[in-house]
């Protein structure tokens, strides 16, 4: 993040914290990497909460009861000791709910950093991924949407050890979207309780290929750089994308796919602006008949979360 947010003035402050795409196939609860489009907030002490949402989900986006952002933000300052001052909150989001693109890990960092700045916690960009960490349960997403990039992550207790590369500029991403979200919990809900010796083998190979495909700019390690046995094998029958778009990657100007994050929503990586029209062509004609899904073209964000000037 480009400044802490607790360094600001108190009476406003704007985020911007970018969408993620995790587990890249092999990396599973490991690798992620943000994406250029985004959850915006604008948030100012008022004598209630209330919350104006534009964007996706913006009726969900706008509930004051049950809403991720505000019952964090509130735990919180109430574990800390610190009076809970109502917010009254723009918010824009453009992260799609449900659909693996990152959106709790986004709420959830958007929820500790107004904690931080209206609670004057004085907390460190460190120790604000570690709670996003803690609360998401595995660091992928969180380390991706505050720090920007291809990330691998790691937790070792309370720590969380990220290493972040820049991709390669010319890439660029298709998010393909399904009707329909799904939840997290169903999609950890179809994983088996342990894994044979020879799928662990591929997954660590593939995940080794991973890292270095995205720091050394070798889109032609991506096809066998993204291959899971993990967990995609499992949830294919509840994200019936995947079948359908993971034979593109190697063909079509598409060098990698998987699924974002849980699902439903399917990555692909494509190497440059100019093979995305024929990449798209090509995942329209793969999913004829399949009712209809929304395609994303977006870039990788290298930035991360960042305050807004005012």
Request: charge should be negative; aromatic fraction near 4%.
């Amino acid at each position: 993040m480009s400044a802490s947010p607790h360094q600001t003035s108190q009476n406003t402050l704007r985020l911007r914290l970018p969408a993620t795409s995790a587990n890249l196939g092999p990396g599973f609860d490991a690798a992620a990497v943000a994406l250029d489009f985004y959850l915006d907030i604008e948030a100012t002490p008022a004598a209630e909460f209330s919350i104006h949402a534009t964007g996706r989900n913006s009726a969900r986006c706008e509930k004051i009861h049950d809403n991720l952002v505000l019952g964090i933000y509130t735990r919180i300052l109430e574990r800390s000791g610190h009076p809970v001052v109502p917010l009254a909150i723009q918010m824009a989001n453009a992260i799609p709910l449900g659909m693996g693109c990152g959106s709790s890990a986004a709420g959830r960092l958007a929820a500790i950093a107004l904690a931080n700045h209206f609670g004057s916690l004085g907390w460190s960009s460190e120790r604000i991924l570690e709670e996003a960490c803690a609360l998401e349960g595995h660091p992928d997403n969180a380390a991706a949407c505050w720090l920007g990039g291809f990330v691998a992550a790691a937790c070792e207790g309370a720590r969380v050890h990220v290493a972040r590369v820049m991709p390669p500029a010319d890439w660029r991403a298709i998010v393909v979207l399904p009707a329909e979200p799904l939840a997290t919990s169903r999609a950890r809900a179809v994983l088996p309780e342990s894994y044979s010796r020879a799928d662990a083998v591929v997954n660590i190979q593939a995940a080794s290929l991973l890292g270095l495909a995205f720091a050394l700019g070798r889109g032609d390690l991506l096809r066998a750089a993204m291959n899971d046995r993990i967990h995609q094998p499992y949830r294919a029958a509840i994200c019936p994308l995947l079948g359908r778009l993971l034979p593109l990657a190697g063909g079509h100007g598409i060098l990698g796919a998987a699924l974002s994050g849980a699902g439903p929503a399917v990555l692909l990586v494509v190497g440059c602006e100019e093979d995305v029209a024929a990449s798209c062509d090509a995942i329209r004609a793969a999913l004829f008949e399949m009712p209809p899904a929304e395609l994303m073209v977006c870039r990788f964000e290298p930035e991360g979360a960042s305050r807004l000037p005012r």
